[in-house]
């Protein structure tokens, strides 16, 4: 799978662009401020349904404006389709593929990517919620229908913990409340289902993720990639409460971490009331990153850190690589490679050379292996100055983000 063709309408600092794209390697080079993050940016929500950026869409519309437009073409080996979508800075945002009315979170059903930004470090440095969107997003790319589950979980949480903030002001018995166990059954039915792809996803993850980081660092390092739970922690091990025990070892079949995911909400209901939170599920998670048995967000070098958030990024690519029947996602790396030594920066260059379609950005073109600067797109305050480059632009007055 390859972009062919992209069109921003009002999209952060463009009035509008059109960009010709081809399958192979483009590098799209100029100083910051000058709008590379920015289109890479809107191939990545096509693809994910969100920012890598932002947690709200209404940076995504361009001062002054209702609405931007993200409209891409892309290709299968003889089959096209074209995706839009209208960002609104109120309202629903909407959603079409070749014209056709489709709910927005179905987008990744129809085109993948895999973006790597300065940003990522986060994934290893960075508190639980961010690996936890990590783990979700590749979840919605591989099935697209956990974008609902996600999302109706979120919702979930939301109601109960408002019923235990209320129990609280009324100082109510634990025992006396029905309604909540009703939001019991939801809770558990949903983050079982959430947990479990978590589960088979980081199976799937975790042998790449050890072949990327020796592929991107080059040096005989051991990853450990494990999921800890909420419904695990803290786990009993007297034989008459041994749920929690049996779902660690067991974190793929549903009635088992079913069966602990109850019990270990009903051990925790008196903390629950008093603290009047939700406190056990899969918003609760973390992905555990080790680097050579010790936690890799403590211990890791700076070197070593950017080479583990690299890892897990190309080990996405190859979980959708195996998954996806349209071929490969298409790889964006966003200013990646001036943060790298020279050795890593070849032996990331023989580690993405292969893939069907990959966009990178960089200030310094140099930064960039030349097998990877084929075609080469220079900006320059909002204009093209190589006249053979395959992307024209007309970008707005108005300048928005990091590297825009």
């Known amino acids: 799978m390859h972009v062919t063709h992209l069109t921003l309408v009002d999209f952060r600092n463009y009035a509008r662009a059109d960009v010709e ?7 799209f080079v100029g100083r910051n401020g000058q709008g590379k993050t920015n289109l890479i940016e809107a191939i990545g929500y096509l693809s994910t349904v969100s920012s890598h950026r932002v947690s709200t869409d209404q940076a995504l519309v361009r001062a002054g404006q209702e609405s931007a437009i993200v409209r891409m073409r892309v290709q299968h080996e003889e089959r096209a389709l074209v995706m839009e979508l209208q960002l609104n800075r109120t309202g629903a945002n909407k959603a079409q593929v070749n014209r056709g009315a489709v709910r927005t979170r179905e987008l990744p059903r129809y085109f993948a990517s895999v973006l790597f930004a300065p940003e990522d470090l986060s994934l290893v440095r960075g508190e639980p919620s961010g690996r936890r969107a990590y783990l979700d997003a590749l979840v919605v790319q591989r099935s697209p229908r956990f974008a609902g ?36 059954d939801r809770l558990v ?24 980081y020796r592929a991107v660092a080059g040096d005989e390092h051991d990853t450990g990639v494990s999921i800890q739970r909420s419904i695990d922690a803290d786990a009993p091990t007297d034989a008459a409460t041994t ?24 051990s925790r209901r008196r903390d629950e009331l008093d603290r009047a939170v939700t406190l056990v599920g899969p918003h609760r998670d973390d992905l555990v990153l080790d680097l050579n048995g010790m936690p890799a967000r ?22 959708l690589r195996v998954d996806a029947v349209a071929g490969d996602p298409v790889l964006v790396l966003d200013d990646v ?10 032996r990331l260059a023989d580690a993405i050379v292969d893939y069907e379609q990959v966009l990178i950005t960089a200030a310094v073109g140099r930064d960039v292996p030349e097998r990877l600067r084929a ?15 395959e992307v024209a632009f007309t970008e707005g007055a108005a300048h928005g983000g990091r590297d825009e």
Request: proline share 4%; net charge negative; aromatic share 6%.
């Open 149 to 184: 589950i996600i999302s109706d979980y979120e919702r979930v949480v939301r109601q109960r913990n408002s019923l235990l903030k209320s129990a609280r002001a009324s100082r109510l018995p634990a025992d006396s409340l029905t309604t909540l166990d009703v939001w019991d």
């Open 21 to 27: 794209l081809s399958p192979g390697t483009t590098l």
């Open 243 to 266: 749920a929690p025990v049996e779902a660690a070892e067991a974190g793929g079949d549903p009635v088992i971490v079913a069966a602990a995911f109850r019990e270990r909400l009903a």
């Open 189 to 212: 039915e949903l983050g079982t289902a959430l947990m479990v792809a978590r589960h088979e996803l980081v199976e799937q993850l975790r042998p790449r993720i050890s072949q990327a």
């Open 375 to 389: 075609t080469t797109v220079r900006i320059a305050a909002g204009a093209i100055v190589e006249p053979d480059a």
């Open 337 to 346: 490679f001036a943060e790298l030594d020279e050795g890593r920066r070849e």
């Open 298 to 319: 403590g211990y890791a070098s700076h070197g070593e850190s950017w080479s583990f958030a690299l890892a897990l990024k190309l080990a996405s690519a190859e979980v």
